[in-house]
C-alpha cells in the first residue's frame, strides 16, 4: 500500500509541474506583445515598458520560470494588473460563493445520484428504472445554462418564489444564503445527478447479479443489508471513480453557474479576468484549479484502497 500512495504522490506532482510550464507559457508565447496586448491599443511606449518590469518579460525566459515557480512557492500568485492587489487576495474574496455553491452541489449530486442509482438497480426493468434511464439521458444532455435561464423563468420570475440572481454571505444568516444557492445548485448538480446515477445503477446491477448475492438472498439477509452492506460496498470503485469525474467537472461548471447567476464567485473573477487580458489573475487561478484538480484525482485514487482492500497489495 505504501508503494501504490508513494507512485500516486510522484504522479501527482510530476503532473503538476507539467501544469505549472504550460500555465507558465500560456502568457509567454502568446502571439503578439503580452505587455500591449493587456495595456491596450491606446497605451503609450512607457506604460507598456512599465507592464512589461512588472511582469518581468524583460528577463530570459528560464530566469522567468525559475522566478514565478520560486514566488508559487512562497505563496505569491502575482499582481492584478487592473485590480493592483495581489492576486491570492482577489481570489479569497471571492471563494465563499465558489465554496458554497460547490459544497452544496457536491452535496446533491453525490446523495441524490447515488440513492437514485440504487433504488434504480434494485427495481430493475421497472417504471422507476426506466424514468431514471431517462431522466439520465436528459439530464446529462441538457447544458447547464440552458436549465438555468429555465429555472430563472419559472421559479424566479414567474412564480417568484426564489430570487432571480445574486448571493447572499451566510454572514447575513443561513436563510438568505441558502434560498440564494437553491437555484444555481439545482442546475449545477442536474447532470452531476443524471450521471452519478446512471454509473450506480449500471454498478449495482451487475454486483447484485453475483452468485454471493443470491445466496445471502437465500440466507434470509434484509433488503437493505444486501444493498448497503453488499452491493454498494463491492461496487464502490466505479462510483468513487465517477464521483472523482464528475467533481473534477464541477470546477467548469462553477464558471457558468456563476455567470448565469451573477454570483460573485472565483468564476466570475476568472471571466473579468479574460474580458481585461489580466494573465497574473489568469495564471493564478488556472495554477490553483490545476493543483485543485489533482488533489482530487490523487484524494479518489487513496480512497480506492478503502473500498477495494486488493489495491492495498
Known amino acids: 500500500m505504501g508503494t501504490y500512495i508513494l507512485r500516486r504522490l510522484i504522479s501527482a506532482i510530476a503532473v503538476m509541474a507539467v501544469v505549472g510550464i504550460f500555465v507558465f507559457l500560456l502568457l509567454r508565447l502568446a502571439p503578439g506583445d503580452p505587455a500591449a496586448m493587456i495595456a491596450g491599443p491606446t497605451a503609450t511606449e512607457e506604460m507598456i515598458a512599465g507592464i512589461r518590469d512588472q511582469l518581468g518579460l524583460n528577463e530570459p525566459l528560464p530566469v522567468q520560470f525559475g522566478q514565478w515557480v520560486l514566488s508559487i512557492l512562497k505563496g505569491n500568485l502575482g499582481t492584478s494588473i487592473f485590480a493592483g492587489l495581489p492576486v491570492l487576495i482577489l481570489i479569497s474574496q471571492r471563494l465563499e460563493p465558489t465554496i458554497s455553491l460547490s459544497f452544496l452541489t457536491v452535496l446533491l449530486s453525490v ?8 433504488f434504480a438497480a434494485w427495481r430493475a426493468g421497472g417504471f422507476v428504472d426506466r424514468m431514471l434511464i431517462a431522466f439520465s439521458a436528459i439530464g446529462y ?21 426564489l430570487p432571480v440572481q445574486g448571493y447572499a454571505s451566510i454572514e447575513y444568516g443561513i436563510g438568505p444564503w441558502f434560498v440564494h444557492l437553491i437555484l ?4 449545477l448538480s442536474l447532470s452531476y445527478i443524471a450521471f452519478i446515477a446512471r454509473i450506480t445503477r449500471a454498478s449495482m446491477i451487475e454486483i447484485l447479479s453475483e452468485d454471493y448475492m443470491r445466496t445471502a438472498a437465500a440466507k434470509g439477509a434484509s433488503t437493505y443489508s444486501m444493498l448497503f452492506h ?8 466505479p ?8 467533481l473534477a467537472h464541477l470546477i467548469g461548471g462553477v464558471v457558468l453557474t456563476e455567470t448565469v447567476f451573477n454570483i460573485p464567485g472565483v468564476g466570475r ?8 487580458r489580466d494573465y497574473p489573475v489568469i495564471q ?3 495554477i490553483l484549479v490545476s493543483g485543485l484538480y489533482v488533489l482530487i484525482n490523487l484524494a479518489v485514487d487513496l480512497a480506492y484502497t478503502l473500498v477495494d482492500p ?3 497489495y
Open 239 to 246: 462510483i468513487l471513480t465517477v464521483i472523482g469525474i464528475s
Open 111 to 118: 446523495a441524490a445520484g447515488v440513492s437514485f442509482g440504487i
Open 141 to 161: 444532455s441538457v447544458p447547464v445554462f440552458v436549465v438555468g435561464y429555465f429555472l430563472i423563468y419559472y421559479f424566479a420570475i414567474e412564480a417568484r418564489w
Open 230 to 237: 453488499h452491493a454498494l460496498k463491492n461496487a464502490g470503485p
Open 284 to 286: 493564478g487561478v488556472l
Open 310 to 312: 486488493r489495491i492495498r
Open 184 to 187: 444555481p445548485t439545482v442546475a
Open 269 to 276: 473573477l476568472v471571466v473579468d479576468a479574460i474580458n481585461n
